[in-house]
Nanobody
């Protein structure tokens, strides 16, 4: 069984910063990608960022490029979020893939393990 536990969510004002953390435990191949997705109220879950197995390659949604930074250790992943806007308000989910890198076809592909999410609220 694989468990992912997120932390670091909270409320912040526009322009503020938050750092999300996620610890991955359980039996799995650790040479796989880790990532973050989010789901805003009334919207579908969407890709935010991912990092490949080595940590050398990172991937970002266009909406967060230049503001968010993903990083990792073997069994943990982090998301530094700067210049937050109300559009970033969502539940953020940590994911662990069974693939070494983000899929070229679909960011959800291979993301077999999910945390329960942590809420980020950005107020005007």
């Amino acid at each position: 069984q694989v468990h992912l536990v997120e932390s670091g969510g909270g409320s912040v004002q526009v322009g503020g910063s938050l750092r999300l953390s996620c610890v991955v435990s359980g039996r799995r191949n650790s040479d796989t990608a880790l990532g973050w997705f989010r789901q805003a109220p009334g919207k579908e879950r969407e890709f935010v960022a991912a990092v490949n197995w080595s940590g050398r390659n990172t991937y970002y949604a266009d909406s967060v490029k230049g503001r968010f930074t993903i990083s990792r250790a073997t069994d943990s992943v982090y998301l530094q979020m700067n210049s937050l806007s109300p559009e970033d308000t969502a539940v953020y989910y940590c994911t662990a893939s069974v693939l070494p890198s983000l899929s070229d076809v679909d960011p959800f592909r291979g993301m077999d393990y999910w945390g329960k999410g942590t809420l980020v609220t950005v107020s005007p």
